[in-house]
């Protein structure tokens, strides 16, 4: 009885193993059959980048602020914060070497309403200023080739500054087109570059147009204008036009030119973001490429950004843009702490972070379905 029970059993487990061999595979979504040798294995997703800790945010929250590049460093000073409410003017001075770690060597380095700053090359080193109308109690600073500081008043290199191309517009020009022009002398005449206007010319201590910024790279406000390897490059920026839908008016575009006489010359360089490709299609994106600047591939769009050319590299730091506080649900100027680098302007790297702050997300997203009434 006990050998019949076993061969029962036996051709009971040979005709089930049978079975399995003659069921066809079952494909299903999560699982999708496999009927084709040369199948490629799924998308490895890129680990996140660990950004260094900085202390950037010691810096503050400020426009127009100025980076100085020299002797191996980058001193950053200027600047004010008008924005929500808030007046604060920034006279200090800071110091890197890798924008990351950040060191202050002044405070105050000026008097107290001298935010606006320019510089100028001497021989043993730079010398800090604000241009505009001196008062004999107004002072500046010299920084030399040691990286000594001493602080000095006129008439010590009155005629260099007098001669520095942003002080002698101050001096022969009354009016002011925008607050940050580009100025350059090209075969001894002086030439006036503003993101918002356009190109002029000094004519008998008047700039006539060259030509019309909407007719180039379009109007914008509080861009960059950086020299970078023999070109100049405009940089980020404020769009001044009515803004379109999902787009709150900022910038991430870049543009070059090595001719800032001719219009034709200036290019807009960088790549569209792919989720913007995938979301819009190709013919959409180049649609939306001729009004919209907020859709490449560099860094997150802003104002008010500052930017400096630094051992064959362009960096840009800080600025703001409007945001959507969640806490409260309402619009505030968001002051990015960050720092991204690039030796192209096509292909940028962030080096300081965060992006932004998860409390921030951009205008457009529909608050009243987060919030309620």
């Keep these: 009885m006990r050998q019949v029970v076993t061969a029962v059993i036996l ?5 089930s193993g049978c079975g399995k061999e003659k069921m066809p595979p079952v494909a299903s979504e999560q699982q999708p059959g496999i009927e084709k040798e040369n199948v490629n294995p799924p998308e490895k997703k890129k680990a996140k980048k660990v950004l260094p800790v900085s202390n950037i945010a010691e810096l503050g929250e400020r426009q127009e602020a100025c980076l100085i590049p020299f002797n191996g460093k980058v001193y950053y000073t200027g600047g004010y914060n008008n924005s929500m409410n808030q007046d604060k003017e920034y006279n200090d001075l800071w110091v890197t070497e890798d924008f990351i770690n950040w060191s202050k060597l002044m405070e105050p380095a000026y008097l107290i309403d001298s935010y606006y700053i320019k510089y100028a090359l001497i021989d043993d080193g730079i010398i800090i200023f604000q241009p505009g109308s001196w008062k004999k109690d107004e002072y500046f600073f010299k920084i030399d080739k040691d990286n000594r500081i001493t602080k000095l008043q006129l008439p010590q290199y009155e005629q260099i500054i007098k001669n520095e191309v942003f002080q002698y517009y101050f001096d022969h020009f009354d009016e002011r087109l925008y607050y940050n022009p580009y ?3 090209i075969d001894n005449e002086l030439y006036l570059l503003d993101c918002y206007h356009g190109l002029f010319k000094a004519v008998d201590g008047k700039f006539e ?15 960059n204008y950086q020299e970078h390897n023999g070109k100049l490059f405009l940089i980020a920026g404020g769009i001044s036009e009515i803004a379109n839908l999902n787009y709150d008016g900022y910038c991430n575009d870049v543009w070059v030119t090595e001719d800032i006489l001719k219009p034709a010359a200036w290019k807009q360089i960088g790549k569209i973001r792919p989720s913007v490709i995938a979301q819009y299609g190709e013919e959409k994106t180049r649609e939306l490429d001729e009004y919209r600047r907020d859709i490449y591939d560099t860094f997150p769009a802003r104002e008010y950004a500052v930017t400096v050319s630094f051992k064959g590299k362009l960096y840009i730091m800080g600025g703001r843009r409007k945001m959507v506080d969640l806490s409260d649900g309402k619009e505030k100027y968001y002051w990015y702490k960050d720092v991204w680098c690039s030796e192209d302007g096509i292909s940028w790297e962030q080096i300081v972070g965060p992006e932004y702050d998860e409390n921030f997300v951009p ?9 309620g009434d």
């Design 209 to 223: 147009n060259i030509y019309r910024s909407r007719d180039v790279f379009g109007i914008r406000l509080a861009s």
């Design 183 to 185: 100025l350059r002398w």
């Design 11 to 15: 051709i009971l487990v040979i005709l």
């Design 363 to 371: 205008p457009g997203w529909k608050l009243l379905e987060l919030y």
